[in-house]
């Protein structure tokens, strides 16, 4: 349903320039197409959200590291194993830059070990740097 919809949604978002809403979409059509083995549909809309990144807009109504997580599953399905790597970093140097400085300290286990996103994101670049 989320492919079959998203052309036409995505010119409207853009006609309108609700990029972070594109962003959003490209991220929920790449993982709906991964849904689908559907590898190729993946990756190009992973690229797309990626570049949306690139020109400065972050995803509306989306944690923004779950956008760089479903672009490094789509991409790593892809065979694209540098760009996955760009986009996994992307997301966890964003968790660690960005938003862990703002946690307070009794909530920093959650933020990194119950959150799904968070913790699989920096699970993955620990085993990524041979470290896990």
């Known amino acids: 349903q989320v492919m079959v919809q998203a052309a ?3 010119k409207l978002l853009a006609a309108k320039e ?3 809403a594109l962003l959003t979409l490209h991220v929920h059509m790449a993982r709906a197409a991964l849904a ?3 590898t190729d549909a993946a990756a190009t809309a992973a690229r797309a959200a990626l570049r949306l990144f690139d020109e ?3 995803p509306e109504s989306m ?3 779950e956008a760089h997580l479903v672009a490094w599953r789509a991409l790593t399905q892809a065979g694209e194993h540098r760009e996955a790597a760009a986009a996994l970093s992307a997301g966890v140097d964003w968790i660690r830059r960005c938003a862990l400085p703002q ?3 009794p909530f920093l286990d959650s933020f990194l070990h119950r959150n799904s996103v968070n913790r699989e994101m ?3 670049a620990t085993a990524a740097n041979g470290h896990g």
Do not use: K, M, T
């Open 8 to 10: 036409a949604l995505a």
């Open 18 to 20: 609700r990029f972070g």
């Open 36 to 38: 689908e083995e559907r």
């Open 56 to 58: 400065g807009y972050a």
């Open 63 to 65: 944690y923004r590291p």
């Open 103 to 105: 946690v307070p300290a």
């Open 122 to 124: 920096l699970a993955a």
